[in-house]
């Protein structure tokens, strides 16, 4: 099956500060990734959709500027937090999607972001 | 608008008890449904993907099923490993054409020893 890994699992900053998450596709090649956001016990709510090599595709009422994703290469996305505030506090999940996987996507393990 | 909603909320079983979770959706042209599975403090685990209407997947005590306005996710003599929140998702479309997942609530689902 598909693997995909985050980087890191967890991570504890100070307000203000920023932050990159990583996103790697392990056994093949992601022609799109995707970073989502999840609240406690709540769904998984879409932030932005990347192409490899082309600029990321946000959802409505997610700030560009703040949330600075590039996707590189076809295995490497990554999510950068820019001044990151407690109410940025949350769980950062990636997908990627892959042709031979068709329209699934397989999801990374996780992020725990806590902003004190 | 498209939407996706799961129920029931949570359920709890005792194991080897069979039980069926629902997934109800309403989308412009379905593109894919999907199952998921998500321990907490874990990303979802991929479990199913269906296409049309009359399909039909299974993988050990799961079998998913799909018609026009719903999927059941039907798990047959559970045992407490299968305890996890399961979510739906279908495929739609997003910004600028951009195909993305739309999630349902999931559900919680407890299997007792």
């Known amino acids: 099956g598909a693997v995909v890994s985050q980087h890191p699992s967890r991570v504890i900053c100070k307000s203000g500060t920023s932050v990159k998450i990583e996103c790697r596709s392990l056994?093949?090649?992601?022609?799109?990734m995707f970073w989502y956001r999840q609240f406690p016990k709540k769904s998984l709510m879409l932030m932005a959709t990347?192409?490899?090599?082309?600029?990321?595709?946000?959802e409505q009422g997610v700030e560009k500027d703040k949330f600075l994703i590039n996707h590189a290469s076809l295995t490497l996305s990554t999510l950068t937090v820019t001044s990151a505030h407690p109410e940025d506090s949350s769980f950062y999940i990636c997908?990627?999607?892959?042709?031979?996987?068709?329209?699934?996507?397989?999801f990374g393990p996780g992020t725990r972001l806590t902003v004190l | 608008e498209d939407q996706v909603t799961q129920s029931p909320e949570a359920l709890r079983l005792q194991e080897g008890e069979s039980s069926s979770l629902n997934c109800s959706y309403t989308?412009?042209?379905?593109?894919?449904l999907f199952w998921y599975r998500q321990d907490p403090g874990k990303g979802p685990e991929f479990l199913f993907t269906?296409?049309?209407a009359g399909e039909e997947k299974e993988k050990e005590r799961l079998k998913a099923t799909l018609t026009k306005k719903e999927s059941f996710l039907h798990i047959t003599a559970p045992k407490p490993e299968d305890s996890a929140t399961y979510l739906c998702?279908?495929?739609?479309?997003?910004?600028?054409?951009?195909?993305?997942?739309?999630f349902g609530q999931g559900t919680r689902l407890t299997i007792n020893p």
């Open positions: 998702a279908v495929q739609a479309r997003g910004v600028q054409g951009a195909q993305k997942l739309v």
């Open positions: 997908s990627a999607r892959g042709e031979m996987w068709g329209t699934t996507q397989y």
């Open positions: 990347s192409n490899e090599g082309s600029k990321a595709t946000y």
């Open positions: 989308v412009s042209g379905l593109r894919g």
């Open positions: 056994d093949f090649q992601a022609t799109t």
């Open positions: 269906l296409y049309s």
